[in-house]
């Protein structure tokens, strides 16, 4: 799981030229970042909270 922050309010993952994201970013698990996301079918969370 990834968790981005937009600071600029664009809704878009700003990166550099080599592609890494310039905006803060958090990763769910300790390694090296993937190319690519894994698979949905691979990793399932499911949230709840308040219904408004």
Known sequence: ???TQDL????????NLIGI???PFAL???G???C???P???VCSRLTGPRR
């Open 21 to 23: 994201p310039i905006e």
């Open 40 to 42: 949905s079918r691979t």
């Open 36 to 38: 690519k996301p894994p």
């Open 28 to 30: 769910s698990q300790v």
């Open 32 to 34: 090296h970042p993937r």
């Open 8 to 15: 600029n309010e664009n809704d878009l993952v700003d990166r």
């Open 1 to 3: 799981m990834a968790a």
